[in-house]
């Protein structure tokens, strides 16, 4: 039974080098372990996972660098490190970047009713602005990678649904204020309203200043409510609402009954704005549900394109020669000679 592997606590969607080299020992097909064994292949894989970064490159890799006893698939892998070698040797590099395992997010998304957080839909954009790069990379150079063409042409490519997420959101994942007419109109009276609370909460507290009365002359929040912090001697001079009372006992922090409307008005529109924020990343979650599967599928093959990328540039690090196949192979032979191979 194959053991769960354990993600990075700095990264949950990568997981550690020598838990992936373990997980590779542990799924070599019993007939090639003793050969494996003898041949170090696990050191190898870490060779070439130097060049495998995202999360899903290097769990494809992982797996891809199992021994095989699949000709058809060893052949036609033989030739997509070959083209992609090539193209690396002319200076064209696909870039990976930004694809990231977004396959929780898309699950989620399945399920009718559901709909992503704010920071799911930064990596939804990246992903699926990475996937197009990718594909039109590849695109380009049909007549010179037509084996990995033939993978490349299937990755998802939607550029209304990727309008319509990049218009929501910024490139640190917060929402636009643009993302709709109504958030824009909220965030102002938010901006107004607050600054006229903050000036009201300024001439309150240069009063209680001059009268001694507070601990710090600063504006702080308790409870999402702006309130000022009092000395606890001094709580009955003010009035409003007490809010809570510092771990030392000499302050006390009050919300001035002069500033209760103004706060109240201003977590309105606070909630007013995550209302519709959470109907904007209603709408996004409906519009790209129906896409799920050719999203799952996409990813599947983005995983397989890096490894073909880790293993070209291995190839090329350790100046390996092109793989050729023998005319006469069948495709029931059981052994497979590779009269000079070296290491």
């Known amino acids: 039974m194959t053991e769960e592997l354990e993600f990075s606590e700095h ?159 910024e490139d640190n994942g917060s929402v636009k204020d643009s993302a709709s007419s109504e958030l824009s109109r909220i965030r102002r009276d938010i901006v107004t309203t607050g600054e006229r609370l903050r000036n009201k909460l300024a001439s309150l507290i240069k009063k209680f200043t001059e009268d001694d009365l507070l601990q710090e002359n600063i504006i702080t929040q308790r409870d999402g409510r702006a309130v000022i912090p009092v000395k606890t001697e001094h709580k009955r001079k003010i009035a409003g609402m007490i809010h809570s009372v510092s771990q030392t006992g000499q302050t006390i922090y009050i919300e001035p009954a002069e500033t209760i409307e103004l706060n109240n008005e201003l977590r309105s529109h606070e909630f007013a704005e995550q209302r519709e924020i959470d109907r904007i990343l209603r709408e996004l979650t409906e519009r790209i549900r129906s896409s799920v599967p050719s999203l799952l599928k996409s990813l599947e093959i983005a995983g397989h394109l890096e490894p073909i990328y880790a293993n070209s540039r291995y190839a090329v690090a350790i100046e390996a020669a092109v793989t050729t196949t023998h005319v006469n192979c069948q495709p029931n032979d059981s052994n497979m000679v590779l009269p000079e191979a070296r290491d």
């Open 11 to 169: 990264d949950p969607s990568v997981i550690p080098t020598d838990q992936l080299r373990a997980q590779f020992l542990r799924d070599i097909p019993h007939q090639f372990r003793r050969a494996a064994l003898v041949l170090e292949y696990d050191k190898i894989l870490l060779e070439h996972l130097r060049f495998a970064h995202s999360p899903l490159g290097r769990l494809a890799l992982a797996k891809e660098r199992l021994p095989k006893g699949d000709r058809e698939k060893i052949v036609t892998s033989f030739t997509e490190i070959d083209e992609l070698r090539a193209l690396i040797g002319c200076g064209e590099i696909p870039s990976y970047d930004g694809i990231k395992d977004i396959r929780a997010i898309l699950h989620k998304v399945e399920i009718e009713g559901s709909t992503i957080y704010i920071d799911e839909g930064l990596p939804l954009l990246r992903t699926l602005k990475a996937m197009r790069f990718l594909r039109d990379f590849f695109a380009s150079r049909t007549k010179s990678a037509p084996t990995i063409w033939k993978s490349a042409v299937h990755l998802f490519e939607d550029r209304l649904i990727e309008m319509a997420f990049d218009s929501v959101f």
